[in-house]
């Protein structure tokens, strides 16, 4: 009577008859955990507003503005950003002025709580997920060798992999990855003690020489999409 791959999941239920209904329930109880883990769009909307000067109206992202796209990058990765910056883990580094920006925003009173998290990055995954632009130019061919040591994290077509906390990399802002490299490189991210997945992040740059592979590797990335 056992599913193994089914029954991995902690809110599976317990004490019920038959296999078919057994799949039945373990579904039903998915699609409820996943609705308020996911949070709630609707109520979402309402905190978005404030985010629109910026990031765009569908979350598009704004070069003018240093703001990256926030379509089609996924809730868990959202939600832990956002908390970095209200945590003081991540835009608090001396010269991060973009970083320090979007820290008083996500400090909002209305942010305050986990719920509003996830409702907010609800309503981000309704936004359409259309292509960046390219405004980076790198060599593809060897930005594809530079990938390969980023797969383990990132997945091998930038699509992120939650296990490893490595974010979707494919359809962002290619300028917003190349600053966020740099940024890794400065020690203006990942150089807060709780933050844990920053810092398995920042020894990877190492790998990335000088500016000509940065925008080598991003290229690449950018042609995942
Ligand atoms: C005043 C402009 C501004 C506003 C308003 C703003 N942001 Fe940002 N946001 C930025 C900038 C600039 C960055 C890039 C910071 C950096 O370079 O490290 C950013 C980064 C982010 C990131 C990190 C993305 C990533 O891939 O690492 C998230 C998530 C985010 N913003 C969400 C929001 C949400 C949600 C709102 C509304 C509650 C919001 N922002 C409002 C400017 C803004
Ligand atoms: C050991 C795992 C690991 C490897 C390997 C790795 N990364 Fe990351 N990367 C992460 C994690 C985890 C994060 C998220 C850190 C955070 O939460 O701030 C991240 C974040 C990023 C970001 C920021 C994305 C955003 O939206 O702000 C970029 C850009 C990035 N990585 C590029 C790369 C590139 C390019 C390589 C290869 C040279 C690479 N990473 C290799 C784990 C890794």
């Given at each position: 009577?056992?599913?193994?791959?089914?029954?991995?999941?902690?809110?599976?239920?317990?004490?019920?008859?038959?296999?078919?209904?057994?799949?039945?329930?373990?579904?039903?109880?998915?699609?409820?955990?996943?609705?308020?883990?996911?949070?709630?769009?609707?109520?979402?909307?309402?905190?978005?507003?404030?985010?629109?000067?910026?990031?765009?109206?569908?979350?598009?992202?704004?070069?003018?503005?240093?703001?990256?796209?926030?379509?089609?990058?996924?809730?868990?990765?959202?939600?832990?950003?956002?908390?970095?910056?209200?945590?003081?883990?991540?835009?608090?580094?001396?010269?991060?002025?973009?970083?320090?920006?979007?820290?008083?925003?996500?400090?909002?009173?209305?942010?305050?709580?986990?719920?509003?998290l996830a409702n907010l990055a609800a309503y981000i995954a309704t936004f359409p997920d259309e292509p960046s632009p390219t405004t980076v130019n790198g060599d593809v061919a060897k930005g594809q060798t530079l990938y390969a040591v980023c797969a383990a994290c990132h997945g091998d077509k930038a699509q992120g992999i939650e296990a490893m906390g490595g974010p979707r990399l494919a359809g962002q802002n290619d300028w917003y990855l190349v600053s966020q490299i740099k940024k890794y490189k400065a020690g203006q991210r990942g150089y807060h003690a709780s933050d844990v997945r920053g810092q398995q992040m920042r020894p990877m740059v190492a790998t990335l020489a000088d500016d000509q592979a940065i925008n080598d590797v991003v290229a690449y990335i950018n042609s995942l999409q």
């Open positions: 009577m056992k599913l193994p791959s089914l029954n991995a999941k902690p809110t599976h239920p317990t004490g019920y008859r038959g296999r078919f209904f057994t799949l039945c329930l373990t579904l039903a109880c998915w699609a409820v955990a996943g609705a308020s883990w996911a949070g709630d769009a609707a109520a979402g909307k309402s905190l978005y507003p404030v985010c629109t000067a910026c990031h765009g109206a569908a979350g598009e992202g704004n070069q003018g503005m240093n703001a990256p796209k926030l379509a089609g990058q996924e809730n868990w990765y959202l939600i832990a950003q956002m908390k970095l910056f209200q945590n003081n883990a991540r835009g608090t580094a001396s010269g991060d002025m973009q970083g320090m920006q979007m820290a008083a925003m996500a400090k909002g009173p209305q942010l305050a709580t986990d719920e509003a």
